[in-house]
């Protein structure tokens, strides 16, 4: 591997493949009880759908299968801080939670979430092409389920546009999922991106406000081309660094009371000295 560069590593490790290996038991008991698919039928479904989106998207994510894995329930903050205020009643409607989900594409993450118990009335997605919402809708067969209304699309964190659907969530989100989402921008676009997440979080409750996800990370932060877009990658400091930056620009810094950002990255053991790694993180804002 003499010669590639971490963040290129990423797409050797994404090898395709034209069947899944297995399917986890979490997701294959959400096929069978929340979707109704049976076990047995469960891989053909599953790489039917794969292969109709990889024709269009040919994305190393799709190919890898990827999408069977749930990012969100896995997370460290799932229990405490995303299913529990999601699943609570609430007798005070502006003390409601609302939880998004960036850059949705199948949806698998925010269909556990349900599943677990989540009100559908408090759950939103986004992504910025509409096929892979339908086909989320056609991967767990629950388009009678879930609010269609709450899938925006296009949902763009780099665009400013008022055909951009991600405005009407504009300082109504208290919870917000972002999992391989950071790491398809360059550096100069995480930027944009931060100070997007930031319009988007709730800010008059007082209480802080959390963002979480995981991403490609690395020990030593590091850019490269990736099918010739430049991307980014971060460890520890340079994450922190990068929303401290922001938050700590003009628009934000007399708006933001406290800023905790926390993140661990699980590295692989790919070859000595390639510092690879999955970046798991959670951002704690409270605003002013």
């Known amino acids: 591997m003499k010669g590639i560069n971490r963040a290129d590593l990423f797409l050797t490790l994404l090898k395709f493949h034209e069947t899944p290996e297995a399917i986890p038991d979490s997701l294959s008991d959400l096929f069978t009880s929340y979707s109704g698919i049976p076990k047995d039928d469960q891989i053909e479904h599953i790489v039917k759908i794969r292969d109709g989106a990889y024709d269009v998207f040919p994305y190393p994510c799709l ?8 990012n969100l329930s896995t997370h460290p ?5 995303v299913l529990s205020p999601l699943r609570q009643p609430y007798q005070d409607a502006t003390a409601e939670p609302l939880f998004l989900d960036l850059g949705t594409c199948f949806g698998q993450d925010l269909r556990k979430l349900v599943y677990d118990g ?12 509409p096929e892979f919402i339908e086909l989320g809708f056609q991967l767990f067969n629950d388009s009678n389920k879930l609010l269609k209304d709450h899938f925006l699309c296009p949902g763009n964190l780099l665009s400013r546009s008022p055909e951009d659907r991600l405005g009407v969530l504009d300082d109504k989100v208290t919870i917000l999922h972002a999992s391989h989402v950071f790491h398809l921008f360059s550096l100069e676009e995480q ?3 931060v100070d997007r997440c930031l319009r988007l ?7 802080p406000v959390l963002t979480l996800g995981i ?4 020990t ?5 081309l990736l099918a010739r877009i430049p991307k980014y990658i971060h460890n520890e400091k340079s994450w922190q660094e990068l929303w401290h930056e922001v938050c700590g620009n003009d628009t934000w810094r007399d708006r933001i009371k406290t800023l905790d950002v926390k993140s661990e990255l699980h590295k692989f053991e790919v070859e000595s000295g390639i510092g690879l790694a999955w970046q798991i993180f959670e951002i704690w804002v409270t605003f002013v």
């Open 77 to 81: 903050s799932y229990q405490e801080h």
């Open 215 to 218: 991403q490609a990370g690395s």
């Open 63 to 70: 190919g890898a299968f990827l999408f069977l894995k749930f």
């Open 201 to 207: 979080l709730r800010k008059d409750t007082g209480k």
């Open 191 to 193: 930027k944009t991106a």
């Open 118 to 129: 989540a009100l559908t009335s408090r759950i939103w997605a986004s992504d910025i092409d």
């Open 220 to 224: 030593i932060p590091t850019a490269s």
